[in-house]
């Protein structure tokens, strides 16, 4: 890699960097629950963006293999958080049709 | 603009070194500036629209829609820049994981939203009434 892409991928990882900072705001100061599942989704998103390119920058590419599995584990954490914030409970088996039993209605606890 | 003096003097040093055109390693350079130029305004427009609309699902399609395609964008940036075919490979994985999942835990945040009882934010500006608009 020549020394310009190296200073261009340094740039591009602190935009990155900027902007997972500034989903943090979201994160702290979101309204309801669900912004703040929202922002640690996308803050999972760019951690993985910013693992690939941080990975090119020290010239190791194991990175890719980490932020692969980021991914994978930031999915699955987004839909067991919702799924513990609709039941309260994981050990519970997920509905096929549409029924609302048991859920929590934002008016109660949803902050 | 020192950017871009940059990258044409980085450009010419290959000419330079490879005694003919290097017309691959100019079109990686090129690729990759403009892929990972667009990705960046998409993660930050993504970002800034979370920050200040105002609602839930407003929120949620700035940045359902800008995540998916500016990780896209800077991996296929990271694509061009990178040298064997294993890591082509890993960054491909990568860029299918994201774009499976990025769309579905968005619609499962915003069903998770909706079925909790989450109303979005209706504003006083709407489409007027035909019946207030025969009185």
């Known amino acids: ?111 | 603009m020192s950017l871009i003096l940059a990258a044409a003097v980085d450009t010419a040093h290959a000419v330079e070194t490879a005694s003919h055109i290097d017309v691959v390693g100019i079109l990686r350079t090129v690729g990759t500036i403009a892929s990972m130029a667009a990705g960046l305004f998409f993660v930050l427009a993504g970002t800034i629209g979370v920050l200040r609309l105002p609602d839930f699902y407003t929120r949620l399609h700035a940045a359902g829609m800008t995540d998916t395609l500016g990780a896209e964008l800077i991996l296929l940036a990271l694509i061009f820049q990178s040298d064997n075919i294993q890591m082509v490979l890993k960054l491909l994985l990568v860029a299918f994981f994201l774009f499976v999942t990025s769309p579905t835990a968005t619609h499962a945040v915003a069903h998770a939203a909706y079925r909790a009882g989450l109303k979005p934010l209706l504003g006083e500006y709407r489409a007027p009434d035909l019946e207030e608009d025969k009185t």
């Open chain 1, 1 to 111: 890699m020549s020394p310009f892409m190296g200073y261009f991928m340094l740039g591009s990882a602190f935009l990155i960097i900027v902007s997972m900072a500034l989903m943090l705001v979201r994160l702290i100061g979101g309204p309801t629950l669900y912004d703040r599942l929202l922002a640690v989704n996308s803050f999972g998103t760019k951690t993985v963006l910013f693992l690939c390119v941080f990975c090119f920058i020290i010239g190791r590419p194991d990175g890719v293999d980490i932020a692969l599995l980021y991914a994978l584990m930031n999915f699955i954490a987004t839909i067991a958080a919702l799924k513990f914030f609709n039941y309260r409970a994981l050990d519970v088996e997920l509905p096929s049709g549409n029924s609302t039993a048991g859920r929590v209605k934002v008016g109660e606890d949803a902050r």
